[in-house]
């Protein structure tokens, strides 16, 4: 009894001391990539994809080209279960990692929590598709790069489409369209969009929130059938998306009445409902399916040498090309990075966040990646830390999705004046000001 | 040997009845707090401080009004996240709305407004015992949760219902760095736990007990049962106001309504119950218990599995830990049904012994 407790202190130091030694040893030539992900939790679903892009692009970049102008990359994953708290610890335990490049939240809710702590850090966080919607002002959020849109810019795009299948946004007069969100900062963003909307188009907006993670939408969908509303817009995540649609297949409301947001308009939302939601639609920001050539390459070099992270098969659905491309961005900016301040080191969070803000991504360069089609192309600047806003809406046919709509662009003129007075009131708040002309040199 | 406390003669009323009666107490208590005020900001990382230490020393605050409540006066609560977020809302509404309002005293009324909503959704305690009351205030734990999301004058009109602050300081001094807001929460900890420990030694404490133990023999004997159980509530639900006030301003610095959801309010039963019901030590190793365990078999296990060459995954990890997590509060339940704080001072009675046992 004595001694097997002795073996086990013994093992337990033992690992402890190989844990210290290999994070000590780590400090070579290598650009760390912190992953805060979630394989766990009722978002795992489709968490999971995501974060394998994610692992499988760094793999490939280091497997094909030998990491960026010869400095590797590394990755942690962290599982934060979707919980503000834990990804407030996996940031604090990966920010001070050596060569330490950008932290990806994946949570719109830690997203909010770091918002406070990377300008104090100096690590950029970057937001695709989610976050604060007035982080696109980069004189005010100096950190924060929510790129290729926000929930406004989503929003926005939903009614433009919504206007033209119905032969003009004025059309729209008399119409009465529901928003079924998650009742949290993530489906409460887009609503001062869409009320802005409302009033200039006449249409009547009806916000329906579904209680977090989403798997009681009873009473929600009782009010559907009730209002029977022109449109519905959901704005789901997780196991909330799937329940949506088999709520609407019971209520017998119009799937093809049904536009999700891009983080509703992925497999794991679709596969279980089956037929049940052949017609529905969502808006997306990137293709699918495994034809591209980085898709490809992902294929040869990293699940090829049997290094891949998850099955085979879902290489390539639409939230692993979306990770695919997050880190596709997150590499780009480490070497627009390294085009500035010396190639073939490594860079710190501050020159990453300068590579961030210089992203120039045309079709040429996009195609070189092996992103052509995938993606549109894509250009920050200090005033601008989105860099492009088109998405494109895509439709499920009960065994994949097809693209439905022409690209949009969210409308420059409804979003400009919001995102300012948002960012204005954000440093009224904090008693900050914009950053001036010599800030964005830096 | 060691903790022996033959000699040690109390020649008057005041010298029985101070806080610690034995002198090896007194010193250990002088070498920990020494440790935690000296020691632990001169090593610790930044990491350690911003991850562990801070969410520990708050939670540990939070776990003592809970303790309060449930351990000393019986009164189940489910609603420990619900008091937290109105502490925390009700002190950023005063933080917010009042151009340069300090945070200590934003911190305690926070507080105050928690103790109000305690008190108020303390009110079925009058009626209502046992597992009837959980049930009753798990409906403050829903209250709270569809008031902070709902009604956007508590976020200050925040259009996603996610606020923060900055800019915190106390006396001119900066709450910035990892340290000053360790010390900070340390210190707000060190005077609450001071507080309470007199509190549930007083009579008010001996109402809370007797009430816990046998509310009707309680009532013969003169104690009001209204007032015990509603005071118990009060402070219970101001402690917990205070320690949210800190978890949103200090730990967070950005919160939604999610960030005190019920789950919070049933690791903060857990956490008394692990720790130890009815002692201010037990929400102690409560908290260390319920928030440090996650983390450490965490990044602990990917080390000791590697040991023998198996690689686990970030999903096993975290199921492991889940499993693990459960598997110890069964066993700890089952071997020591008091908490931490019994084996503690089942310790205390061995050492009294040592070398000797008899």
């Given amino acids: 009894m004595k001694l097997s407790k002795l073996v086990i202190a013994a093992a337990v130091i033992a690992a402890g001391a190989s844990a210290v030694t290999t994070s000590a040893l780590a400090q070579a030539k290598e650009q760390f990539f912190p992953l805060l992900s979630y394989r766990t939790g009722p978002y795992a679903p489709n968490g999971v994809p995501w974060a394998n892009g994610k692992q499988d692009y760094i793999k490939m970049i280091n497997a094909r080209d030998g990491g960026i102008n010869g400095v590797k990359l590394t990755f942690e994953e962290c599982e934060t279960g979707y919980a503000t708290d834990r990804g407030v610890e996996c940031y604090e335990r990966l920010k001070s990692r050596p060569g330490v490049t950008l932290f990806d939240p994946q949570a719109t809710g830690i997203t909010f929590a770091l918002t406070e702590k990377a300008p104090v850090d100096k690590i950029p966080l970057m937001t695709l598709g989610y976050g604060l919607s007035v982080a696109?002002?980069?004189?005010?959020?100096?950190?924060?790069?929510?790129?290729?849109?926000?929930?406004?810019?989503?929003?926005?795009?939903?009614?433009?489409?919504?206007?033209?299948?119905?032969?003009?946004?004025?059309?729209?007069?008399?119409?009465?369209?529901?928003?079924?969100?998650?009742?949290?900062?993530?489906?409460?963003?887009?609503?001062?969009?869409?009320?802005?909307?409302?009033?200039?188009?006449?249409f009547e907006l009806q916000l329906l929130p579904v209680t977090a993670p989403g798997v009681e939408q009873k009473a929600t969908w009782l009010q559907v059938r009730q209002s029977r509303p022109d449109y519905v817009l959901l704005w789901g995540w997780g196991v909330m998306n799937s329940t949506a649609l088999k709520e609407a297949q019971a209520t017998g409301y119009p799937r093809d009445k049904?536009?999700?947001?891009?983080?509703?308009?992925?497999?794991?939302?679709?596969?279980?409902?089956?037929?049940?939601?052949?017609?529905?639609?969502?808006?997306?920001?990137?293709?699918?399916?495994?034809?591209?050539?980085?898709?490809?390459?992902?294929?040869?070099?990293?699940?090829?040498?049997?290094?891949?992270?998850?099955?085979?098969?879902?290489?390539?659905?639409?939230?692993?090309?979306?990770?695919?491309?997050?880190?596709?961005?997150?590499?780009?900016?480490?070497?627009?990075?390294?085009?500035?301040f010396g190639k073939g080191k490594v860079m710190t969070g501050e020159q990453v966040r300068w590579g961030m803000e210089n992203l120039a991504l045309d079709q040429k360069k996009l195609d070189a990646l092996g992103f052509s089609g995938v993606m549109r192309p894509l250009s920050t600047s200090c005033a601008d830390h989105m860099g492009s806003t088109w998405a494109r809406v895509h439709t499920w046919d009960g065994a994949k999705w097809n693209f439905s709509s022409d690209w949009y662009q969210a409308d420059e003129q409804i979003l400009k004046p919001m995102v300012k007075a948002g960012a204005d009131k954000y440093l009224a708040d904090k008693k900050m000001t914009r950053r001036d002309a010599a800030d964005c040199q830096s | 040997m060691l903790y022996r406390e033959n000699g040690q003669f109390k020649t008057s009323y005041r010298a029985d009845q101070q806080i610690f009666p034995i002198a090896q107490d007194r010193i250990a208590l002088a070498i920990i707090l020494a440790i935690a005020f000296i020691a632990v900001p001169m090593l610790a990382s930044d990491y350690l401080f911003r991850a562990i230490l801070i969410p520990f020393v708050i939670m540990a605050m939070a776990a003592l009004g809970v303790n309060i409540l449930v351990g000393y006066c019986g009164q189940i609560s489910l609603?420990?996240?619900?008091?937290?977020?109105?502490?925390?809302?009700?002190?950023?509404?005063?933080?917010?709305?009042?151009?340069?309002?300090?945070?200590?005293?934003?911190?305690?009324?926070?507080?105050?407004?928690?103790?109000?909503?305690?008190?108020?959704?303390?009110?079925?305690?009058?009626?209502?015992?046992?597992?009837?009351?959980?049930?009753?205030?798990?409906?403050?734990?829903?209250?709270?949760?569809?008031?902070?999301?709902?009604?956007?004058?508590?976020?200050?009109n925040s259009d996603s219902g996610s606020v923060s602050v900055n800019n915190l300081q106390v006396f001119g001094m900066p709450i910035e760095s990892a340290t000053s807001k360790y010390l900070f929460c340390l210190a707000l900890l060190v005077v609450v736990a001071l507080l309470a420990k007199n509190l549930v030694r007083g009579a008010i404490g001996r109402e809370w007990m007797a009430i816990r133990d046998m509310d009707v023999a309680a009532a013969v004997i003169g104690i009001r049962p209204m007032y015990a159980k509603l005071s118990a509530f009060a402070v219970s639900s101001f402690i917990v106001g205070m320690a949210g006030a800190l978890w949103a301003f200090v730990h967070l610095s950005a919160w939604e309504p999610a960030a005190f959801s019920v789950e919070i309010s049933f690791r903060l039963l857990f956490m008394v119950i692990i720790g130890g019901l009815g002692s201010i030590m037990g929400g102690f190793f409560g908290a260390a218990f319920i928030v440090v365990l996650p983390i450490v078999l965490n990044q602990f296990l990917p080390a000791f599995m590697g040991i023998f060459g198996i690689e686990v995954s970030t999903a096993g990890i975290s199921h492991a830990e889940l499993m693990i997590f459960g598997a110890l509060i069964v066993w700890f339940l089952i071997v020591e049904p008091h908490g931490l704080a019994k084996l503690w001072s089942t310790a205390k009675q061995k050492l009294r012994l040592w070398p000797f046992p008899h």
Avoid at chain 1, 170 to 194: M, Q, T
Avoid at chain 1, 287 to 301: A, C, Y
């Fill in chain 1, 136 to 202: 696109q002002d980069g004189q005010a959020f100096k950190w924060n790069f929510p790129f290729m849109g926000s929930y406004w810019t989503g929003a926005d795009i939903l009614i433009q489409h919504l206007g033209k299948t119905n032969g003009g946004l004025d059309k729209l007069k008399g119409k009465k369209i529901a928003l079924v969100y998650h009742d949290s900062p993530f489906g409460k963003e887009p609503i001062p969009l869409l009320q802005e909307r409302s009033k200039m188009h006449g």
């Fill in chain 1, 258 to 340: 049904m536009y999700g947001v891009w983080w509703a308009g992925a497999e794991p939302d679709v596969r279980d409902v089956g037929d049940g939601a052949k017609g529905y639609n969502a808006l997306t920001l990137n293709t699918s399916g495994q034809q591209p050539k980085v898709i490809q390459d992902i294929l040869k070099h990293v699940h090829g040498a049997g290094q891949g992270t998850g099955p085979k098969d879902e290489v390539g659905s639409v939230l692993y090309t979306r990770g695919v491309i997050i880190q596709m961005l997150a590499v780009e900016s480490v070497r627009r990075a390294q085009e500035r």
């Fill in chain 2, 79 to 156: 609603g420990s996240g619900a008091f937290m977020a109105v502490g925390a809302y009700g002190a950023y509404n005063f933080f917010v709305r009042f151009p340069g309002m300090p945070l200590i005293p934003a911190l305690i009324l926070g507080g105050l407004c928690a103790t109000f909503f305690g008190i108020l959704f303390g009110l079925p305690s009058l009626r209502v015992k046992g597992l009837y009351l959980a049930v009753a205030t798990l409906a403050a734990q829903f209250f709270s949760d569809w008031m902070f999301l709902r009604i956007k004058w508590f976020t200050n």
